[in-house]
């Protein structure tokens, strides 16, 4: 089995207010709102700090694309839009990271700096990213596993929330940008996918213990940085499910054990000279846009009607590798096309290897392009169809990336399948520099002395278990709505148990038969689970007047109640019932479930 190294970044986003403005943070599920204003932006390319210029900024600036923003009014304002400097720092975030900072062991800064983090891609209006170095090593405590060491923990800010494109251009929608994150960095630790993923899980554990943290799918993602050995350090980005990370990290390897496997056949056939790198660099492809002017081809008749040119390049020695299986679905065909896709806003590329007469190309189309190319034996191509621009930055993108015959280091965008493609080439440290509008915050020991404690997992876990039970104790370790738990736990005359049961069982039944729920406040569950625990109602009634409450969101757990007669029958009303029931316990049930708990009629039952 091949070793891997394997790093984890996790990012956790709190809830409140925004980093530096009074914006309040939308839910993950927070639909746009009607009305927003846009407005649109080019970046240019600057140098960092040390006087050097990102790679992978300067990747982004070269593909020249604007870009359009959208500013949902309430989640949104001029910072975002990049018209107002940024606000201080939010203190309640910054008081959260040091007290897991704390709780982690790490070493606090003396002085919290905000930093630039230089990103071209369309997701800041700034053009970059505002983060801040918290602490340093320290671990994550596990029970029963070793501790997970740290590289770094960090304060920053979302980005924006990608949105379809409009008019052709990429598009984002700025309620997102500026959330708080908690950035957690390990050390890489991590042998296998399998410990990835343990480890993965017990920093989400550790993260979610932190009061005022968002939770919910999109609250919480994982970047993963693996290598092999002979291959290089790839950043995978965005993975928002914990369960493909596994399938991620081993897929990872795969596509690296097969790349490195096409390196060592294309070095047997020679090839490693540097042709391929001489051609990208010259732009040795031909225009063979007059061969198909009548080809039945779509891609390519479709770019000739929008006024595009068909682009072919040779490559030389690479027969039958471009199909070569690299992952799931994914071949190294496909590799460079994502290469040609981000490089050049193309829709992809058409390689030798692939069943051409399925994309419509004839017989005598092929082997015009195969005489025009010089096309041997050994030898394939490929073809890209698309306005003369695009085509050519693509095609020289696709060139450039079949001719290095080394694992490059990238960053990857995660698929929901587990695999994932290129998004551009990783990042150095050229590109952060100090952010000159917002002050630095001196970490003093009052500051210090102010933390919170912080609950650890273990504990969690041990009160839970004690006050719920272990499968229901469990179950709201890792609920979503755990700080609603809390809440309702606070509240008088609530029982522990049944605000549990409301919340992970009750709810989600009912919004599995369409139930509205959303449409009833927690504040009214409070009041519904008091009355339960004052028993002025049954536990059996609790779905039935969560339902009705559904149907009218101006109605009261009391109303509700009231009008439908639910009200929990007393001792003598109980006997008085089941004596007109004749004694019959189905049928006096049937009846009353909904207004007389079991223990009250049991005694009675027994009785006969």
């Known amino acids: 089995m091949v070793q891997i190294t394997c790093g984890l970044e996790i990012h956790q986003r709190l809830a409140g207010h925004k980093l530096f403005c009074s914006c309040p943070c939308p839910t993950p599920d927070q639909t746009l709102e009607p009305h927003s204003l ?12 040390l006087g050097g210029v990102d790679r992978a900024a300067a990747f982004e600036t070269g593909r020249d694309r604007q870009f359009e923003y959208v500013l949902p009014p309430h989640y949104s304002c001029l910072v975002e839009a990049d018209e107002e400097p940024p606000h201080s720092l939010n203190p309640t975030c910054l008081a959260q990271t040091l007290a897991m900072a704390r709780a982690c062991d790490s070493k606090l800064v003396t002085e919290v700096q905000v930093m630039r983090k230089t990103i071209l891609d369309g997701s800041a209006t700034t053009g970059f990213q505002r983060t801040s170095l918290v602490a340093v090593g320290g671990a994550i405590p596990r029970t029963g596993l070793p501790p997970i060491p740290l590289q770094t923990i960090c304060l920053e800010e979302e980005s924006a929330g990608i949105l379809p494109p409009i008019s052709g251009r990429p598009a984002f929608r700025l309620d997102r940008m500026g959330v708080p994150l908690i950035e957690v960095t390990t050390e890489p630790v991590f042998h296998s996918a399998a410990e990835a993923h343990a480890g993965a899980e017990a920093i989400g554990l550790f993260l ?10 999109g609250t919480i993602r994982q970047d993963v940085n693996i290598s092999i050995p002979g291959g290089a350090r790839v950043e995978i980005k965005g993975l928002q499910e914990l369960r493909l990370l596994p399938i991620m990290v081993d897929n990872e390897v795969i596509r690296q054990q097969a790349l490195l496997g096409i390196i060592a056949e294309l070095k047997k056939r020679g ?37 595009g040119v068909v682009l072919a390049a040779r490559l030389a020695g690479y027969a039958g590798l471009l199909g070569t299986t690299i992952n ?9 096309s994502d290469y040609a896709k981000v490089a050049g806003g193309v829709h ?67 698929s929901d399948d587990g695999t994932s493609s290129f998004m551009r080439p990783i990042s150095g440290a050229q590109r952060m520099y100090p952010e000159t509008d917002v002050r630095p915050i001196r970490i003093t020991p009052e500051i210090i002395a ?14 839970l278990v004690k006050l719920l039970g272990a499968d229901l104790g469990e179950q709201m ?51 519904l689970l008091a009355m339960a625990g004052k028993n002025e109602i049954t536990k059996a009634v609790i779905p ?40 019959d316990l189905r049928t006096f049930m049937t009846k009353y479930r909904l207004v007389v708990e079991g223990g009250d009629v049991a005694e009675l039952a027994r009785k006969k």
């Open 450 to 463: 102010d933390l919170p404690p912080l609950e650890t997992p273990t504990a969690r876990r041990e009160r």
């Open 477 to 527: 370790l890792r609920s979503s709505q755990f700080n609603d738990f809390e809440w309702l736990c606070a509240k008088e005359n609530v029982d522990a148990r049944l605000a549990a049961v409301t919340l992970e069982q009750t709810l989600v039944s009912l919004r599995r038969e369409g139930v509205k729920v959303e449409f009833i406040t927690l504040e009214s569950i409070a009041s």
């Open 271 to 307: 090839i490693g000279d540097g042709k391929a790198k001489t051609d990208a660099s010259q732009k040795i492809w031909l225009d063979l846009t007059s061969l198909f002017a009548h080809s039945t081809c779509k891609v390519v008749s479709r770019s000739l009607a929008a006024g």
């Open 328 to 336: 799931p679905n994914r071949r190294f065909g496909t590799e460079l």
């Open 38 to 49: 846009s407005l649109r932006r080019r970046y240019g390319l600057s140098a960092g700090e």
């Open 544 to 583: 039935e007047v969560l339902r009705e409450m559904a149907k009218n969101e101006n109605a009261s757990p009391a109303d509700v109640v009231a009008s439908n007669h639910w009200e929990r029958l007393t001792p003598a009303a109980v006997e008085t019932a089941w004596k007109s029931s004749g004694g």
């Open 348 to 414: 992809g590329l058409i390689h030798s290897d692939e069943d051409l007469p399925k994309y419509g190309f004839t017989p005598d189309e092929i082997a015009h392009v195969k005489k025009a190319l010089s096309i041997g034996p050994n030898d394939a191509f490929i073809i890209i169809a698309d306005h003369a621009d695009k085509a050519s930055a693509a095609m020289s993108a696709a060139i450039a990336r079949a001719g290095r015959l080394e694992i490059p280091g990238e960053t990857r965008k995660a």
């Open 208 to 217: 979610r213990m932190l009061p005022g943290v968002m939770r919910g799918l």
